[in-house]
């Protein structure tokens, strides 16, 4: 039986055009096509993210006491912000949530906390939004894969 969420997708037109390209042409192209495509993910992250009902706006402070009773602020910054896309420059984009733990928090959940006296403090429930955006997006994201290699062509022909 097969996966509902795999849908194959005919790339041979595709393969053959970056199969007559040579190494570094071949690397460029993709390598902009890739980023241009994490641009949109992270954009559809960045709504998906608003869609769920979390404020990615707002600016989160984190006050402390110390044992002296000095009282230290910590900012974390808004939560969008933390949704980070990197170009290796060598083979790959990535768009990432990871280096922001209130993200994971709210993409994969937490389980129930308690403190060591027993209180409950609760749990946050998985949003899954970085899921939605990838899959509401993917269309978009191929399309838009597919227009920056077009546009690349079309200027490799105009040279």
């Known amino acids: 039986m097969s996966n509902p969420a795999v849908c194959p997708i005919d790339d041979s037109g595709i393969r053959e055009l970056l199969d007559r390209l040579n ?3 071949r690397k460029k192209a993709t390598l902009r096509a890739l980023g241009k495509a994490a641009g949109v993910l992270a954009a559809a992250t960045r709504a998906s993210l608003k869609e769920a009902g979390i404020n990615s706006e707002s600016d989160t402070v984190k006050r402390r006491k110390s044992v002296t009773g000095r009282v230290t602020e910590s900012h974390w910054g808004k939560m969008r912000d ?3 896309v990197t170009n290796d420059g060598d083979h790959e984009v990535v768009v990432t949530i990871i280096n922001d733990p209130r993200l994971r928090w709210f993409e994969l959940g937490t389980v129930s906390r308690v403190t060591k ?5 609760g749990l946050i429930e998985p949003k899954g939004f970085f899921w939605l955006a990838q899959e509401s997006a993917a269309e978009a994201i191929y399309a838009k894969i597919v227009a920056s290699l077009d546009e690349y062509f079309k ?3 105009n040279k």
């Open 117 to 121: 006296k027993g209180y409950r403090r």
């Open 82 to 84: 933390g949704i980070w």
């Open 155 to 157: 200027s490799l022909e």
């Open 23 to 25: 190494s570094p042409e």
